[in-house]
Nanobody, 123 residues
Framework: QVQLVESGGGLVQAGGSLRLSCAAS????????MGWFRQAPGKERQFVAG????????DYADSVKGRFTVSRDNAKNTVYLQMSSLKPEDTAVYYC????????????????WGQGTQVTVSA
């Protein structure tokens, strides 16, 4: 099973940008579809973005489409989430996840999770 470690979170003003990284261990990273989820206090974990194993197919939640970009570098075993035009409602703990099956928006579609990184957007 792939091990995942997120980084890059922090405090940013509304309208600002952050880039999250998710480093994966193991030699099979390039075979996994990857997803980004987020969870705000008192709310369920929700899908943010996903990318297939090749990087050619991506998917975004409507709430972040046009502002966030997911990408991956299989040579570096890393997936990224570039976040721009951040809003206070983007405040959450962000998690990356690995799926050995198809690209999915569902929490249950992923079987490997990182520990999360906090993103806080001030008004």
């Amino acid at each position: 099973q792939v091990q995942l470690v997120e980084s890059g979170g922090g405090l940013v003003q509304a309208g600002g940008s952050l880039r999250l990284s998710c480093a994966a261990s193991g030699r099979t990273f390039s075979s996994y579809n990857m997803g980004w989820f987020r969870q705000a206090p008192g709310k369920e974990r929700q899908f943010v973005a996903g990318i297939d194993w090749s990087g050619r197919s991506t998917d975004y939640a409507d709430s972040v489409k046009g502002r966030f970009t997911v990408s991956r570098d299989n040579a570096k075993n890393t997936v990224y989430l570039q976040m721009s035009s951040l809003k206070p409602e983007d405040t959450a703990v962000y998690y990356c996840a690995a799926s050995g099956s198809g690209l999915s928006r569902l929490f249950g579609g992923y079987n490997g999770w990182g520990q999360g990184t906090q993103v806080t957007v001030s008004a």
